[in-house]
């Protein structure tokens, strides 16, 4: 029994079955395979990484465009919190602080800030008060001119600038305008009111 088996040891021998070591064929084609995959595995990683530094290299020659209010925001999260003035600079820094806030300021006005009831009238006031649409009162004598003996015209000129709700319709604050000032609704009133004399 022990003469057949080496038999057969032998027989499988001569038939290549298995090679030195007790090694078969198929662990051989096991272990090329695993050594092609394995530069095919490590090529595609140096190129994914390879493509990936390209990439962010091509990124950075790019001019990145920032959007008008993207900047603005920028702009307004790395502004300084305050100034600090001293010496004589300081105070030519002050002045010309104090007047560029002067000019920002002048810049929002509405109608470029102009103090011409007439104008203001004609670009705000004029589609409700010439038509009387929503009970605004008329630039006559029964309209605004009966106003003003009933309510005096501080009266006309604060409902004018904080707005009204009675019960012939509403006045919207600043006519719908917040950026009219209260100088220019002042004005403004004052005009119509001498208009419905």
Not at 74 to 90: E, H, M, N, Q, T
Not at 109 to 127: H, P
Not at 170 to 195: C, L
């Amino acid at each position: 029994m022990a003469a057949r088996g080496a038999g057969l040891y032998t027989v499988r021998l001569e038939h290549g079955h298995l090679g030195h070591a007790g090694q078969s064929h198929v662990n051989k084609h096991d272990t090329v395979f695993l050594k092609k995959f394995s530069l095919i595995i490590a090529f595609l990683g140096v190129l994914t990484v390879s493509l990936i530094l390209f990439a962010r290299y091509l990124n950075h020659l790019l001019p990145h465009e920032m959007t008008p209010q993207a900047k603005a925001q920028l702009d307004a999260r790395i502004a300084p919190v305050g100034s600090v003035f001293a010496g004589k600079i300081g105070v030519a820094e002050q002045v010309a602080s104090a007047e560029a806030m002067k000019a920002a300021a002048a810049a929002n006005v509405a109608y470029g800030g102009t103090l011409d009831g007439k104008v203001i009238y004609d670009n705000l006031c004029t589609s409700c008060h010439t038509s009387g649409t929503g009970g605004a009162p008329k630039l006559d004598a029964g309209g605004i001119g009966a106003r003003v003996a009933q309510q005096g015209l501080e009266e006309l000129i604060k409902k004018a600038t904080e707005g009204f709700t009675g019960t012939a319709g509403v006045m919207p604050a600043r006519g719908g305008n917040p950026a009219i000032t209260d100088e220019q609704m002042q004005k403004t009133v004052e005009w119509m009111v001498e208009q419905s004399k």
